[in-house]
Nanobody, 125 residues
């Protein structure tokens, strides 16, 4: 059974940093593409970043230059380093695992088969 568990969320002031982690089990981690999505109250789920199995990374325009996605295949772990946080980054953050596809499809939630339960990030001004 596949299990994804996020951790590292919390409350921080604007300009601060957080590092999210996602521990994966029950899947051949290095064969999957991974991503972070987020959803703020009253808003649709939003793609944040994704990383291919071999390490290529892509970012939403809203986080590019501030967030860094990475993975450690030896530890079956996915990370999201978030710097220069803004109040608009406040959301529940989810990690997701799916088969690798085109860059367009990797931005779409329906591409991903497995999802974690989420970790809350709150940024105050």
């Amino acid at each position: 059974q596949v299990h994804l568990m996020e951790s590292g969320g919390g409350s921080v002031q604007a300009g601060g940093s957080l590092r999210l982690s996602c521990a994966a089990s029950g899947l051949t981690f290095n064969s999957f593409c991974m991503a972070w999505f987020r959803q703020a109250p009253g808003k649709e789920r939003e793609w944040v970043a994704n990383i291919y199995s071999r390490g290529s990374t892509y970012y939403a325009r809203s986080v590019k230059g501030r967030f860094t996605i990475s993975r450690d295949n030896a530890k079956n772990a996915l990370y999201l380093q978030m710097d220069s946080l803004k109040p608009e980054d406040t959301a529940m953050y989810y990690c997701a695992a799916g088969g690798c596809s085109t860059t367009y499809l990797m931005e779409r939630g329906e591409t991903y088969e497995y999802w974690g339960q989420g970790t809350q990030v709150t940024v105050s001004s």
